[in-house]
């Protein structure tokens, strides 16, 4: 049983569009998280949440939407896609002290 | 959240211990030190973490020095499954506003 899943881990999509990926925790955890990791492998947090309410939004750019439909999923579109939108993007959830993250979705803007 | 400086690459042999240390010369008093590790193409994992005692579990031990400005981290027997980027990080425990902010960590090889 995967602990944080996100769908899809591979993502290949043309700048303008749009896209979401989503990511769903069965750990009963009520915090849950995007990270962004770019090309220098530099991991940055971009949302969270806790009990689907948005707690941090580390000044991403408005085309990138969080979305928690419930306290075990944590959505996140992105609208107009462009090149630097390019990374590797992390879901995580914690409980307090420690965080299980989930195995990336790698995102290609062409 | 207070600051961490790590080397930025080491070498260990497997089956020797790495040692990998952490400043954190600005940590205050309910400031817990978390160790993660990522390895190559995967989310970043726990390890452990501790306040101000030593901390021991299944894969590694963490020795937090006594005015708490830096610590070390062990893996008594390292493999070469434990060549990763390894990221310390202090940070308060629990609220919903607390964050983990990963800096660039050390890249550990292990090498036969």
């Known amino acids: 049983d995967t602990a944080v899943s996100q769908t899809p881990k591979y993502l290949v999509t043309q700048m303008g569009n749009d896209k979401s990926i989503k990511c769903e925790q069965n750990?009963?955890?009520?915090?849950m998280y995007w990270y962004k990791q770019d090309s220098k492998k530099f991991l940055k947090i971009m949302f969270s949440y806790n009990n689907k309410e948005l707690i941090i939004n580390e000044t991403v750019p408005n085309r990138f939407s969080p979305k928690s439909p419930d306290k075990a999923h944590l959505n996140l579109h992105i609208n107009s896609l462009e090149l630097g939108d390019s990374a590797v993007y992390f879901c995580a959830s914690s409980l307090n002290l420690e965080a299980f993250f989930g195995q990336g979705t790698r995102l290609t803007v062409v | 959240d207070a600051k961490t400086t790590q080397p930025t690459s080491m070498d260990c042999a497997e089956g020797r211990a790495a040692n990998l240390p952490c400043n954190h010369s600005?940590?205050?008093?309910?400031?817990?030190v978390y160790w993660y590790r990522q390895i190559h193409s995967q989310g970043p994992q726990y390890i452990i973490h501790?306040?101000?005692n030593n901390e021991t579990n299944e894969m590694a031990s963490l020795i937090i020095t006594e005015d708490r400005k830096s610590s070390t981290l062990i893996l008594p027997h390292a493999t070469l499954r434990d060549t990763a980027v390894y990221y310390c990080?202090?940070?308060?425990?629990?609220?919903?506003?607390?964050?983990?902010?990963f800096g660039t960590g050390t890249r550990l090889q292990v090498t036969l």
């Open positions: 600005t940590i205050s008093g309910n400031e817990y």
């Open positions: 750990l009963g955890h009520d915090t």
């Open positions: 501790g306040l101000k």
């Open positions: 990080i202090v940070r308060v425990a629990g609220g919903t506003a607390s964050k983990l902010t």
